[in-house]
């Protein structure tokens, strides 16, 4: 391990210009004759549109253009697509209903884009989209997913009835149903996942520009995914061809998977920038992002897990309906199906999974992928079922879950994955010894002497990264295949450009794939440069989502380092008039093995460049890609534990520990990765706690700013007790598992069950509020 190279603690490379704010976001960004855009959206969660005049919009000062949804379809641009196919369990398609970026018939939830105004000014164009005058025809609205499918209900597309997507089912319900039959023991629960709102630090943007004289498009915008953009735009959307079409993202303020989808916002400002002759921006403000971007969660489930004699897991029943909003979203299919229910095994050895799922429109904004995507949803129904059976049985929950553990690898379960490796019972024991677990009953009965009720609460997760191979997912009804590329450019002087796939928005790329080109060549990693986010100069590459940059991303690196590496050894053996194989690189240069000849590394670039003295049929030049396809998934996991004390007088809970042990296979930086976790761990307390978005019956958000929807803040938080351990992924390179997601997956179950043990009282649902636990206190005192 080096000074810099993998394993060490090293200090983010990009800290700098982003503290000292020489950060440059798509707001930065200006282009000559740039103009401002602004959305007319619907008031509406429901309603048809029967007229729309601009006349008075357009004499408005400034004003360029004001365009609307008929206009957009005359130009032939297509409608907003769902890229992930899901079947039916009778075999019949999603049913996947129309999306046109700008609306022009029927509006479906209340911020549906109906009209751009563009202008010279950003206020001249808000002032000009209310004078916009649309004359609607409001509709009965659903929110509710339980009640979009009741006789009466609102049909919010003609393509699904009943507002019905997909009626999905995996696992065997023929052998779940026989486990049933024979259990000592069922544990029945409903469960409710909140639907959040993902709130990035920036909000969404876009910048469109059209070159008349090019006949080419630039696209800025707050992406994970530039290049699967351009791919939808061009392909789908047709706004132009791939090949005319540039995407760029620059740094991105967060992205929690809320920018991984092609929202209207980007194809209509491209389109509106050669409607109009100008570049074309826009940027949201806060409550255009309450409104607007992709929500999270959303899950009603019924659970039954069925129990031996001897509390052994014998099969799992789960029903779930998922909210899907008004639209389906780039993934929105993938996240309640694929993402979901395949990770409902948990960690546990369960013989017989049945899991059904269906996916219901409502009059919401549209719901997808957010930080851990189907696997805290999957998460929370494992783990509050198994802290619900310890209680009922009258055992430790950290017992109950020893006792199930899946322990010899791999492991084949009921719902398709197969678990390479871990040790369930490490993270365990770590967590428990780190929060002193045997002496929570003198702390309890400490609390109680000040009037408190203390509890503690457990959470073993397990999560699926990297998603792969490209076709498996294919095979499963992935638009994409999940590949990563990357390319290692060794310049004259030594320094070493890295393009890769991956988009870095707040995961520390710069610096850790950096430290993995250091660690191979010995190189200080000021120079090395990693870039990305531009589909002009990186070779086409699938994103960051999903804890994937560092499995995948990362992988295809290491592939373009290898070739790079053969090249390099073949040079400086020629040079030193040695033999390949004889060739070792150590800190930065290149060496005979047990001999103290060497040639400097950027001597050795220096010859692949001048030429003068190469092997013979050798090309010059010193540049390799690589694309890299994983054979499977990789399986973070790991145990949290929660304490919290709780005013019953007032339903406050403050959380007093929180630890966090978890397996990430190996890890590049330590010091990110604890970052990484801590990032997940706010997310996910601020689920459990603080966040939750509400709509009223007619179908308007009443969450719509930070005055209603509540954030978690610093004094909400403890701090927090994090750990590793390690079993290596076997199915990467690196051996690397992911560690974006964790904190988010496994936290919200851990608190609940941690208050509802402080409470007494199991009938408590997320967002755990001060008025929600005075409630529970109550209705468990009569």
């Not at 409710?192 to 709130?199: A, C, D, E, F, T």
């Not at 498996?472 to 002087?493: D, M, P, Q, T, Y």
């Not at 790329?509 to 191979?520: G, I, K, P, S, Y």
């Not at 592939?559 to 070792?584: G, M, P, T």
Request: glycine letters at 10%; a negative charge.
């Amino acid at each position: 391990m080096g000074i810099e190279g993998v394993g060490a603690r090293v200090a983010r490379k990009e800290d700098k210009r982003f503290i000292t704010g020489a950060g440059r976001y798509v707001d930065d960004m200006v282009v000559p004759g740039m103009k401002h855009a602004a959305f007319v959206r619907s008031p509406h969660a429901h309603a048809q549109i029967k007229k729309i005049d601009v006349k008075k919009a357009q004499g408005m000062p400034g004003v360029i253009g004001v365009l609307t949804g008929k206009e957009l379809k005359a130009d032939g641009i297509g409608n907003i697509i769902c890229g992930w196919m899901i079947h039916s369990k009778d075999g019949s398609p999603m049913k996947m209903g129309a999306w046109s970026p700008l609306a022009f018939d029927r509006v479906r939830y209340v911020g549906d884009a109906v009209v751009i105004v563009v202008a010279e000014t950003k206020g001249q164009a808000r002032d000009a989209a209310e004078a916009v005058e649309i004359t609607y025809k409001e509709l009965k609205a659903v929110v509710d997913a339980s009640r979009a499918m009741d006789k009466g209900a609102p049909q919010i597309h003609p393509e699904a009835d009943n507002n019905l997507i997909f009626d999905w089912d995996i696992g065997n319900a023929d052998d779940t149903a026989a486990a049933f039959e024979k259990a000592a023991h069922v544990v029945k629960m409903d469960i409710i996942n909140n639907r959040l709102v993902p709130n990035a630090m920036e909000p969404r943007a876009a910048l469109g520009h059209y070159d008349k004289a090019e006949d080419h498009y630039t696209c800025w915008t707050t992406s994970q995914n530039p290049h699967v953009a351009r791919l939808v735009m061009s392909a789908f959307y047709n706004v132009a061809p791939e090949n005319k079409l540039r995407v760029i993202a620059p740094d991105v303020g967060g992205g929690f998977g809320s920018k991984i989808y092609i929202y209207p916002e980007e194809i209509v400002c491209l389109w509106a920038s050669k409607k109009t002759g100008v570049p074309v921006k826009w940027v949201a403000d806060r409550t255009e992002s309450f409104l607007t971007d992709a929500h999270g969660r959303d899950h009603h489930t019924h659970a039954e897990m069925a129990f031996d004699k001897d509390h052994k897991i014998l099969g799992l029943k789960v029903e779930t309906k998922a909210n899907l909003g008004a639209y389906m979203s780039l993934f929105s299919s993938a996240t309640p199906t694929y993402l979901y229910a395949t990770l409902l095994s948990g960690q546990y050895n369960i013989p017989a999974i049945h899991a059904n799922v269906k996916a219901i429109y409502t009059n919401t904004a549209p719901v997808d992928a957010y930080r851990g995507a189907g696997r805290p949803e999957a998460t929370f129904v494992m783990e509050r079922m198994m802290e619900t059976a310890a209680r009922q049985f009258g055992v430790s929950p950290a017992e109950l879950r020893r006792k199930n553990f899946v322990t010899s690898f791999p492991h084949q379960t009921p719902v398709i994955m197969c678990y390479d490796a871990g040790d369930y019972a490490a993270s365990l024991d770590a967590a428990m010894k780190a929060s002193d677990y045997a002496g929570f009953a003198k702390r309890k009965a400490a609390a109680a002497k000040k009037g408190l009720l203390r509890g503690i609460g457990m959470s073993c997760y397990i999560e699926a990264c990297g998603i792969a191979p490209s076709a498996a997912v294919g095979s499963l009804g992935a638009g994409v295949g999940l590949w990563e590329s990357a390319e290692v450019r060794v310049n004259a002087v030594g320094t070493i450009e890295v393009l890769t796939g991956s988009h870095s928005h707040g995961q520390g790329h710069e610096t850790t794939f950096a430290q993995l080109v250091n660690e191979r060549f010995g190189v200080p990693l000021d120079s090395v440069s990693i870039v990305h986010g531009d589909t002009d100069k990186v070779q086409m590459g699938m994103g960051t989502y999903g804890s994937r940059s560092g499995a995948v991303g990362m992988s295809a690196i290491v592939k373009a380092l290898d070739k790079v590496e053969a090249k390099a050894k073949k040079i400086a053996a020629h040079l030193l008039e040695a033999d390949e194989s004889d060739i070792v690189i150590e800190n930065g240069a290149l060496k005979v093995a047990g001999t103290d000849k060497n040639v400097p590394w950027f001597q050795m670039a220096l010859a692949a460049y001048t030429a003068h003295n190469l092997p013979g049929g050798m090309e010059p030049g010193l540049k390799e890609t690589a694309f890299y396809d994983p054979s499977n998934f990789t399986f973070p996991a790991g145990c949290y534990i929660c304490e919290v004390e709780v005013d019953p007088e007032t339903g406050m809970t403050e959380i007093v520990q929180f630890v966090a042990a978890d397996d990430f296979g190996n890890i590049i930086n330590p010091m990110i990765v604890e970052g990484q976790v801590h990032g997940g761990l706010a997310q996910g307390i601020g689920q459990a706690l603080l966040e939750g978005a509400h709509y009223d019956d007619s179908g308007q958000l009443l969450t719509a700013s930070y005055m209603d929807y509540t954030m978690p803040r610093a004094g909400d938080l403890p701090s927090f007790k994090v750990s590793t351990s390690n079993t290596p992924c076997p199915g990467n390179p690196l051996g690397i598992k992911g560690c974006g997601e964790a904190g988010a997956i496994g936290s919200p179950p851990a608190v609940i069950n941690a208050i509802t043990d402080a409470i007494g009282s199991n009938d408590l649902a997320m967002p755990a509020t001060p008025s929600a636990v005075w409630a529970a206190i109550r209705a468990t005192k009569h």
